[in-house]
């Protein structure tokens, strides 16, 4: 593949790494940022520079080696790094499973026998077995389908034939510490889900592509969070108490609508769950040899957790996931400064 192929791929595994159930839903926005109102976004450029400089992070954390078996030498605590990394992937995961049974629940009809999260675990265990380049391959293809209809869910919640409720939060700068806190934890949040495919991808971009990669990967979301910020904020205040705020908010626009981004919302869901049940399967290989065997497990764990249910997991799970992640962060960046000066592709 040319570099600029390369170069696309990635920031769309990126991109579909984070666009999952909490980001496009709406639920993780209302948390993190449209709580707070408009002042939220202003913070946006805040989170622009963090997520970049946590996926060039783990860019260069993969430059340590090109063998994979090498990581667990480059940490001093790997024990503690990889079972907090282990619990983010499977939470991320049943954050996803029990998205799509909210999701799906609601909108054709209810089982008590969990049949939507057992339908997509099989998907994407079927998916992940395939490998990783074929991973790349289907976020490149679907995410920016993704891009688009959630752009366009957005614009045309604008519509003037659209009935528009007053601002529902005003810009109190009070909030001002809140929304500093609630930046840095949804940043690293965020790059908890993609860690172990950015420290793969490490292993194999070259320098040059990095920094545009990590930029450009911010950039759009960003951007796509500040629009989703405005169109929630801009329309009916109940939105933002909704388990499902910007598909509610389709449904206002119509019907037609509704189940379009409702369809969208599934694979975000799909994108997302793919990057953490591919990367939590492969930690489990390190103790289950055979991948089938390792994959079922992966899948049995992560159905137990989906149990709780969409919102608590996203309210309660996130912002300590975040805080694990800014640890997590800088105890790689603190390794990358030793190494440095041995490592002539870190300088």
Not at 156 to 173: A, E
Not at 260 to 288: A, V
Not at 337 to 343: D, G, I, L, V
Request: glycine content about 4%; proline content about 2%.
């Amino acid at each position: 593949m040319s570099k600029k192929t390369d170069c696309y791929n990635y920031v769309m595994l990126i991109l579909g790494s984070t666009i999952g159930a909490g980001l496009a839903s709406g639920q993780e926005i209302v948390l993190f940022f449209a709580q707070y109102g408009f002042v939220s976004l202003p913070f946006l450029l805040a989170f622009v520079f963090l997520f970049s400089f946590s996926i060039l992070t783990l860019f260069k954390f993969g430059k340590i080696s090109t063998k994979e078996k090498d990581f667990d030498k480059t940490i001093k605590h790997q024990v503690f790094f990889d079972s907090c990394g282990n619990a983010i992937f499977i939470i991320f995961s049943a954050t996803m499973v029990s998205g799509i049974e909210s999701l799906f629940n609601q909108l054709f009809f209810y089982t008590k026998f969990h049949l939507w999260a057992i339908i997509s675990l099989f998907i994407c265990a079927f998916i992940i077995l395939k490998g990783f380049k074929f991973i790349l391959k289907l976020n490149a293809f679907l995410v920016p389908i993704i891009i688009i209809a959630t752009i366009g869910v957005c614009a045309l919640s604008f519509s003037p034939s659209i009935k528009h409720s007053p601002l529902t939060f005003n810009t109190d700068i009070s909030n001002f510490i809140f929304l500093i806190t609630s930046t840095i934890l949804y940043s690293s949040c965020n790059i908890m889900i993609s860690n172990k495919v950015l420290i793969k991808v490490g292993t194999k971009i070259k320098k040059e592509s990095a920094k545009k990669v990590a930029i450009i990967s911010s950039i759009i979301l960003a951007l796509i969070i500040a629009l989703i910020v405005i169109a929630l904020l801009s329309n009916d205040n109940s939105l933002l108490f909704a388990e499902l705020p910007l598909v509610y908010l389709a449904f206002t626009i119509n019907s037609t609508v509704g189940y379009i981004y409702s369809g969208i919302i599934f694979l975000c869901i799909i994108t997302t769950l793919l990057t953490t049940l591919f990367s939590f399967n492969e930690n489990l290989r390190k103790k289950i040899s055979n991948k089938f065997f390792s994959t079922f497990i992966a899948c049995i764990l992560i159905f137990s957790l989906s149990l709780f249910g969409f919102e608590n997991i996203v309210r309660y799970s996130y912002p300590i996931i975040g805080a694990i992640g800014i640890f997590m962060i800088f105890s790689i960046k603190n390794r990358l400064n030793y190494e440095n000066c041995s490592c002539p592709v870190l300088k």
